[in-house]
């Protein structure tokens, strides 16, 4: 079972190197990450993009990218389809996103998706490494559905408890979020809610649980009604999986780690291998973590490079 | 200015002790309430059974004199008494007490006969105090408002300004949270965002600064900020944070609380008059600290910060 991203650092050093689509590096941060993630055996890339600016980003942290395969892309939208098409015909078993807008990767993956005929959604899944805590927590979506009705949280919540599964999971407890309170009538989400613990309770979504609180003081507390006690938070033990209700609230809580003592890495699990998406504003030490997060998804994805 | 809790309390003594009005009051109200008169903060005015009350009043510091009763034995008449009290002065602040935050709420808002005014959105602010440096933030509307148009947004930012300026900032600095930081036709909340950020860049809200969208990373970090691209005083260093709708909002003030362990109060605004509610993550000691706050607000604009 992984439990810390500490864990992960240590299984994409033994699984890897893996090859990995790398989708417009661009940027020096990316690429610093790229030399990083080589250096430590987690990667083998493969660079799509401008020859010029990849070039110009590598010189400038003295990254020698003689011994990698380079291909010539122009536009962003073109090399994302490229690179996501290595990833779902076996090229590559990992793609990563360079400086390039999430939703032409996004476009790219839906597309092979449906070519695929797999009938995934496509969700992304923000993974909290908290002190104290004994395993990985993850909000999901965060990234791809603006507003997901029921069908669509069935889907996210699938694809959540796939790769709770591949990470030792057997049975991962999930919250479904709400902003369920004492005033403002019932929300959709809370509806939600109690048709998605049905559905759980039947086994829909495989092997995993749907705990009965929808918000962090439920978690927290066990109950609105009890009184607030700094001292047990840590001691309180926490679901797998959180649901977010909205693209809103997932992103803007799944940055939290800019602001609280938390470690956080992103992914999109296709149904052909993980993504790897860092935000457009995150460091190389960041990017190197998450790109590790995939090789080791990668590798339980039974995934290798051909 | 205002940095810390401690400093709230500090202000608030000095303003002397405000009349609270409080409908049927459990024990944690009557002991609330005890330390807010211990304190030097407020002047106890219990509306319910007087009986009942005299037991759980004689568990605490108070004693006879220390306090008004107001005997109305069933909730709702506690209420309403309450409630009248405030409207005409002869109190300064209106508790929950024993009422159902449900029913609470729609006094608050009610533009009729409660603590609502015409024309105007009550809002809720949560108010945190930050581990590193003293500093406060707020982050609204956290409780009372699902899923506000862009004129209630407007008005919840504006109740949020006249808040922070109480508290001496001066220009306050506000980030407007989206999903992302670009204007995305397809996500509403970074449309309202960037409209309430070209309101603040045309002073229509008076003096502060107002950045939107922006998304969560932008909006805590300079540096991330301009990994994107993005310039601006407010990133890395806002006092405001307006969320898009209540999903983010009250799960983001939780949020805050569980997993940063920050300490947080609350305040009603926008009300004729203050009101304090009371949500479930804020501490004993906290609650103390927001009698404190509504007693600020109290002559300065009431409940509208």
């Known amino acids: ?306 | 200015m205002i940095n810390t809790f401690n400093d709230i309390l500090a202000a608030a003594k000095q303003g002397g002790p405000k009349r609270l009005a409080i409908p049927a009051p459990t024990a944690a109200d009557v002991s609330l309430a005890a330390a807010a008169a211990t304190a030097g903060l407020a002047i106890p005015c219990f509306a319910g059974d007087a009986g009942a009350i005299a037991v759980l009043a004689a568990a605490t510091t108070l004693r006879e004199g220390d306090y008004e009763l107001w005997e109305e034995k069933d909730p709702h008449r506690s209420l309403a008494r309450s409630l009248s009290a405030v409207r005409s002065g002869a109190a300064d602040i209106l508790l929950q007490g024993g009422i159902s935050a449900a029913d609470f709420a729609a006094v608050l808002q009610d533009r009729q006969e409660g603590l609502g005014r015409k024309g105007v959105t009550v809002s809720y602010a949560s108010l945190y105090q930050l581990r590193k440096r003293d500093k406060l933030i707020l982050v609204t509307d956290t409780f009372l408002n699902n899923r506000p148009t862009l004129v209630e947004k407007q008005q919840i930012l504006a109740n949020a300004l006249g808040l922070a300026r109480l508290l001496g900032i001066e220009t306050p600095k506000v980030a407007i949270l989206a999903a992302i930081e670009q204007v995305n036709p397809g996500i509403p909340s970074t449309l309202d965002a960037a409209i309430l950020a070209k309101m603040g860049d045309r002073r229509q809200f008076g003096k502060a600064m107002v950045e939107g969208p922006l998304d969560m990373d932008c909006a805590l970090s300079q540096a991330a900020a301009g990994r994107k691209g993005l310039q601006s005083p407010v990133t890395g260093n806002a006092d405001v944070y307006l969320v898009p709708e209540i999903e983010t909002g009250h799960l983001l003030a939780e949020a805050l609380v569980f997993f940063g362990e920050m300490q947080t109060v609350g305040a009603v605004l926008g009300t004729a008059k203050p009101a304090l509610l009371h949500l479930p993550f804020v501490t004993h000691d906290n609650r103390l600290t927001e009698i404190a706050l509504a007693s600020l607000l109290v002559g300065n604009g009431g409940g509208n910060g």
């Open chain 1, 1 to 306: 079972m992984i439990r810390s991203l500490s864990d992960i650092k240590r299984l994409a050093g033994e699984k890897g190197p893996k090859k990995i689509a790398v989708l417009a590096p661009e940027d020096e941060e990316f690429m610093l990450a790229v030399k990083k993630s080589w250096e430590m055996g987690y990667i083998e890339p493969v660079l799509i993009g401008n020859e010029g600016k990849i070039a110009q980003a590598a010189q400038k942290v003295s990254f020698d990218l003689a011994p990698f395969e380079k291909i010539a892309g122009g536009e962003l939208q073109g090399i994302s389809d490229l690179g996501i098409k290595m990833l779902f015909d076996g090229t590559a078993p990992i793609a990563g996103k360079g400086q390039i807008s999430t939703s032409y990767i996004y476009r790219s993956i839906i597309r092979e998706e449906a070519r695929a005929a797999s009938g995934m959604t496509v969700s992304v899944m923000t993974f909290w490494e908290i002190p104290g805590s004994d395993h990985l927590i993850a909000f999901t979506d965060s990234g791809v559905n603006i507003n997901p009705d029921l069908n669509a949280k069935r889907e996210i919540i699938k694809n959540a408890v796939f790769v709770y599964h591949l990470l030792g999971y057997p049975r991962p407890k999930i919250a479904v979020l709400s902003g369920q309170r004492e005033v403002g009538g019932k929300l959709s989400s809370y509806e939600d809610y109690e048709a998605l613990r049905e559905a759980a309770a039947a086994e829909e979504f495989g092997s995993c649980e749907i705990v009965a609180a929808t918000s962090f003081t439920e978690i927290f507390l066990g109950g609105r009604q009890n009184p607030m006690d700094y001292s047990r938070l840590k001691e309180v033990e926490l679901p797998h999986i959180f649901l977010v209700p909205c693209l809103d609230m997932g992103n803007i809580i799944c940055k939290l780690d800019l602001f609280l003592d938390v470690n956080r890495s992103s992914l999109v699990a296709t149904s052909r291998g993980p993504v790897c998406i860092p935000a457009r504003s995150d460091f190389s030490d960041v990017i190197v973590q998450q790109i590790a997060m995939c090789v080791v998804l990668a590798d339980r994805m039974g995934k290798e490079v051909q």
